[in-house]
């Protein structure tokens, strides 16, 4: 790129004209960009030294240029700042990325080629903080599956709607999603929220976060308090916004776990306790949450094997291929929630988080009954 402006026309606003006097609103802007893209020609535009002061300088006019191109002096400007957010020299587009995230009116086209850079120092300050880029923007840079430090820049953003945060959980990426959820500005869906919830089993460092989380729904923080350390347990008992009721259901759950590992019964096998619970009728979704906290998946095996009337070989064999559907069908014959099945897909099977079969809903199991039954089926399980 010899010259920037090769081929476009001389900026009008250097000279004074009957059309536009030198009164009119925005006269002294046109004259400065103007001059300044004289200035940058006589320079010379083989500078990236020059290109990079231009830049911040045009950045420091755009609030005061009429927006969107709507006269010529605005869209020679941003013609210019087209042309150097495609700059071959780094620190010229650096230049024009620092100076531009902080500007709410910049044109999109130039905001959109700079977040979408293969260089970090150049996409990152303006995925983090620049207002014009739109949500569908930033979804569609989401969707292309972009490096970890992206997503990580995404969700470090002032604000967060619902959608780019089911977007960036969606991703997969553990860091960014911890990110995300320290950021007081992200929206959170309930949904989202939940599968995090569960999800957080494959990642502790989620768990305080979770704990944290401002307008945390008390079914979650329950859900919460069933599996997290003593410290996480903790936090949530400590937080300003539950009431009394819900204190005091955390501490018993915490407490209920504590008594399950320290019980006279925990020296049993956890095939011997499984089945002396299952014949006193204690085999139920709360005996199993305190196994998984534990991460006694014996116990949780055991616990299959007898409530699915299956053997306990083929239990192996449905939790040790990690198939979501299988295990989720196993749940639903073992008469336990979809709830419970999320629970054993993420700690007894080690189903990754992506390929975790979520409920309908909330809590609905995804699969009708005849699904369910036909992947049994695949294992030898009939009616």
Known sequence: MDYLFAGSPEPEPLQATPSAPP???????????????????????????????????????????????????????????????????????????????????????????????????????????????????????????????????????????????????GSSHAEATGILLDNSGAVIAEPTLESLVERSAHHPDWREKLARRPALPRRLALRLADFVDLAVADTLRRRPDFDDATVAEIAATTRRRIDWAEAPESAESPERRAVRLHRLGK???????????????????????????????????????????????????AGLSMRCAMQIQARAAGIHPRAMLNARQGSGFPLSPAEMARHLERYGIGP
């Open 23 to 169: 009164s009119a609103p925005g006269r002294g802007v046109a004259r400065q960009v103007g001059d300044m893209l004289v200035e940058s020609r006589l320079a010379g535009m083989g500078d990236a030294d020059v290109r990079s002061t231009l830049a911040r300088k045009l950045c420091r006019l755009l609030p005061d240029l009429p927006p969107g191109g709507a006269d010529t002096v605005s869209a020679v400007a941003i013609r210019a700042l087209e042309q150097l957010a495609r700059d071959h020299i780094v620190r010229v587009r650096e230049a024009l990325a620092t100076a531009i995230k902080d500007i709410a009116c910049a044109p999109p086209t130039v905001v959109t080629t700079l977040a979408r850079d293969v260089e970090r120092t150049v996409a990152e300050p303006v995925l983090r903080c620049c207002a014009a880029l739109s949500d569908e923007d930033l979804l569609d840079i989401v969707a292309a599956a972009p490096a970890g430090w992206a997503l990580s820049a995404i969700a470090r953003r002032h604000s967060i709607g619902a959608a780019l945060s089911d977007a960036i959980a």
């Open 283 to 333: 085999l139920d979704e709360t005996a199993l949450g305190d196994a998984m906290s534990w991460n006694e998946t014996g116990f949780v095996r055991a616990a299959l094997t007898l409530r699915a009337r299956v053997a306990p070989e083929v239990v192996e064999l449905i939790l040790d291929a990690h198939d979501p559907q299988a295990v989720t069908a196993l749940v639903w014959r």
